[in-house]
């Protein structure tokens, strides 16, 4: 078997306006659909050159506790309704082959470094529109392994779980895109809030200026390769804001592309763009740089 190789990663937006009706969109955008519509059409794009046969998605919805969880399935087929949003986020058919061979290999690479991991092959286990939003926006016959964000991890630990996907990654033999699905800054605003520009996607109506100075510096920072910096202020700056899921999308891809080493360069495929007060982005990485 030929060694296993990432051959690209992204940091990608899964908000629920994005899976509302074009007409719904272009109405929350005053008139322009949001950017990050365009932005899944870009991304696929990078996935089709990339020949990629496994997607690994960083779900940031799925939070475990005491554990990193890998979902070990070997196939999923339903409609999701989000008990988060079920009035808006409904209906929303899916179907799509997991990749058990890699999750276990994930569990043996953990078991292997003493990192607290398991592959879970569970039929009824629930989804999470993490996953299920971006599966249907991206995926064709790849298959799709979803990783956890555990809850009671610190940031080396998020980066420790990455590199195990890493190596379980080469011992695979797989073409493998990371997937970190997810925000930047995610403070939402509050139920009552009226956002100050009348385009809902806008970037004035992200929670704060802090929150969205920040994303500005973290995008350019991304988009220059420096991850070493991204990683060296994490928990000071973007674990405090937070980003979604305390950055565990984030951190677990970086980590996987082995971690403060990394150099790969991110290239934005959508406009920055607000979601209920959170900072939403396409961002893909140029792998190929990462040790540059």
Known sequence: MSQGEIV???IVSHHPGLFQTEEFRIAAGDGRDSDLIAGFRRLREKIDVSGAETLVLFDTHWFTTGCHLVDAGAHYEGVFISDEMPWYLHGQKYRY???PVLAHICAEVASEREVVARAIDEP?????YATINVVNALVRAEQVMSVGSCQTAATENYLEMGAVIGEAIKRSGRKVVLLASGALSHKFRNINAVPPHPRIYHPDNVS???NRESDYRAIALLEQG???DILRQFDQEYRRLPWEAWGAHYLQMIGALGGSDCTAKGTALSEYENAHGTGNIHIWFDVSQRDS
């Open 124 to 128: 009824t286990l629930p989804r999470h």
């Open 8 to 10: 690209g990663a992204a």
């Open 208 to 210: 704060s200026d802090f």
């Open 226 to 228: 420096r991850h070493k």
């Open 97 to 99: 082959d997991g990749d």
